[in-house]
């Protein structure tokens, strides 16, 4: 089986930021969307808007008018025995299927196999739909501020756009990047001796600003450039 992979849909002055601990680590999330002093985006700018693609070309993010999305190419080789039975007759030429919200298109071989193919997507922000998130732009990059059920946490990625290329971040989760920030920022909360959340707390504009500028906290997920 092969597998390559497309990306579709998606398209902080935060008075905290909580770090809490988690099986895969430490998960971040910010008390209110980032920066407090920054205005809302009613959408991305025209000139930002399109399709970045990753180095390897099966993966994609695209940045629409009000949402970011992955979308990956998804590929498997199966016999032609299986996709009869699913199709419930004999393939004699290229077709297509739905199945599982996907549109899959199957294309013809050799007499004993087929390649299945569909895209698939998945939202990584949205300022749309019944968790709207909020779009704010500092220094050049723009940050994705997404509310959890209650809206009263934010998960926070950014889009670093230059020229042709794009970098999508997170917030990192590295403890000793961390401690590296102003003190008085910083909450630290321990269960049973052991540390297991930070709030970060800044009480001043150029405190939080720090948040945007200091690199050493943003991870980088993947790097794009634009095709389209």
Known sequence: MTTTQRLRGWCLGAAGLLLT?????LEVRFAQPFLAEVADMAAFPVRHQGVYTAADSGKSLCVGRTAVWRQELQQVLASRREVDSLLLHHLRADTTYAQG??????HLLSRDSVRDSW???DTVFTLAGPGPGVLRRFQGRYYLNTPNDNRDKWYVQRLEIEGPGLRWQTFGTDTLRLLALDPATVYYHRENGRLTSFQLMPATAQQTRRLGRYDGLWDTQEAYRRRH
């Open 21 to 25: 601990a988690c099986d895969d680590g």
């Open 119 to 121: 895209l698939w997507t």
């Open 101 to 106: 919200g996907h549109l899959h298109y199957v």
